[in-house]
């Protein structure tokens, strides 16, 4: 069963360093997002990706994050600057269409000391 | 704004006994919901989802839930619970047209006892 992947499974980083996290989406969808979830709070949407463009992001993803699409397999979430306050888990997930059915990669733990 | 809530934050079972976990969401139009598993240390599994047409949906692992546009619940059950079943639950609901985003409750912790 084709199955969203993630790397690294884990990552510690310098406050200030930059980051990126990489996700393979499922071959044949289209549609691409990053979530996070902050250590015992809930999931968090971040951003969606269609057409090699955002197509919506929230408040929590500011111009401290950008997302990329490189090639046709991976999707990138790079975070410029980090703050402690970005330790969290990440998670990719992809979409064959709009409204159908997300699949979550196993996320990126990031830690930021 | 579109919200779902979790009122359990943790629940204990037996393992045999049956459960409900309880899902509630505000949102104006009819939405896509969906139930999401998490087990320790790892990524998000979808359990089952839920579009359109019958109320009652079934999902893995002998999982199912109601919609019911009257309550803006989507509860999950199960008859019977295993030890396996131990993880986090997650409601989820999708607000497209405009949006492709989930939004997510913020889970129940469910503990299963031999």
């Not at chain 1, 980051?19 to 996070?36: G, Q």
């Not at chain 1, 994050?65 to 991976?74: A, L, T």
């Not at chain 2, 059950?77 to 497209?96: I, L, M, N, Q, T």
């Amino acid at each position: 069963e084709p199955e969203v992947t993630q790397t690294p499974s884990h990552q510690v980083t310098q406050m200030g360093q930059e980051v990126i996290l990489r996700c393979v989406p499922i071959s044949n969808h289209l549609y691409f997002y990053w979530y996070r979830q902050i250590l015992g709070q809930k999931v968090e949407f971040l951003v969606s990706f269609y057409n090699n463009e955002i197509s919506e992001k929230s408040e929590i993803f500011d111009d401290q994050f950008s997302v990329e699409r490189p090639d046709g397999s991976n999707f990138t979430l790079k975070i410029r600057s980090t703050k402690l306050e970005d330790s969290a888990m990440y998670f990719c997930a992809s979409s064959g269409d709009r409204a159908e059915t997300q699949y979550f990669g196993p996320g990126t733990r990031l830690l930021v000391l | 704004a579109q919200s779902v809530t979790q009122p359990d934050i943790h629940i204990t079972v037996s393992e045999g006994a049956s459960l409900e976990l309880r899902c509630n969401y505000s949102y104006g139009a009819t939405p896509y919901l969906f139930w999401y598993v998490q087990s320790p240390g790892q990524g998000l599994q979808l359990l089952l989802k839920y579009f359109s047409g019958d109320t009652l949906v079934q999902g893995i692992k002998g999982f199912e839930a109601e919609f019911k546009r009257s309550q803006s619940s989507f509860n999950l059950r199960k008859p019977s619970v295993h030890w396996s079943d131990a993880a986090e639950y997650f409601c989820a609901v999708g607000v497209s047209y405009n949006t492709d985003k989930l939004i997510f409750g913020t889970g129940t912790r469910l503990q299963v006892f031999p």
